[in-house]
């Protein structure tokens, strides 16, 4: 229901729009949508079009970085599955044996569409 940079806003100084946000209610709530619809640019790669690519539902702001959702994620053929990150994931840190300086959690993940891959 709701996205890890929403958890991240106060860390990212935007506690105003972490305050905002109804947590009872899913990112593309009513409630929600001009929390989910904020641009923020450390989310951004200046090397992205800074756009959604739009395959219906509700648009939200760009963010050019991802969680980690596993070794098959959203973007691959494969369904996700096995991430830290993933929808209903119920793995927990203690689960990550070599420990977390040697985990990468998030990864560049560019929402142009014009980016056929994010390598910036």
Sequence with gaps: MHSGFTL??????????????DFASNWRSENN???????LDVLLCPSSGNVVPQVGGAAGAPADYAFCKGSVAFLCSQPAGGGMFDINSRVRIKAI?????????MGEAASSPDLLAAST
């Design 8 to 21: 991240l806003l106060p860390h990212l100084e935007e506690s105003s729009l972490h305050r905002a946000y």
């Design 33 to 39: 949508l001009s929390v989910a619809q904020s641009r």
């Design 97 to 105: 044996s070599d420990g977390t300086s040697h985990t990468l959690a």
